[in-house]
């Protein structure tokens, strides 16, 4: 059974950090590309960053680079979202998915991120 859990989110200030978790199962973690989305309030979906199967180097959306790093742990099966300098218009529901064959297959629920003072 496929799954992919996200945790992490919650409450920040702008110019916070946090740090999001995608913990994956019932795929090949480590051959798959593995992506986080957003979705702001009452807004579409907004890709943020893109994590290779292969060689690892992250690509991101123009809106988060400089400020956001996306990693993984092939060992843990575990891909990671660093969120630094936060702003409020950061605030979304993250979530990530695999990326196979230029679709998007394997979601998970997503996880809360708010940005307020």
């Known amino acids: 059974q496929v799954q992919l859990v996200e945790s992490g989110g919650g409450l920040a200030q702008p110019g916070g950090s946090l740090r999001l978790s995608c913990a994956a199962s019932?795929?090949?973690?480590?051959?798959?590309?593995m992506t986080w989305f957003r979705q702001a309030p009452g807004k579409g979906l907004e890709w943020v960053s893109r994590?290779?199967?292969?060689?690892?180097?992250?690509s991101y959306a123009d809106s988060v680079k400089g400020r956001f790093t996306a990693s993984r742990d092939n060992a843990k099966s575990t891909l990671y979202l660093e969120m630094n300098s936060l702003e409020p218009g950061d605030t979304a529901t993250y979530f990530c998915a695999r990326e196979w064959y230029y679709r998007y297959d394997y979601w998970g629920q997503g996880t809360q991120v708010t940005v307020s003072s």
């Open positions: 994590v290779d199967s292969h060689w690892g180097g992250p």
């Open positions: 019932g795929f090949t973690f480590s051959g798959s590309t």
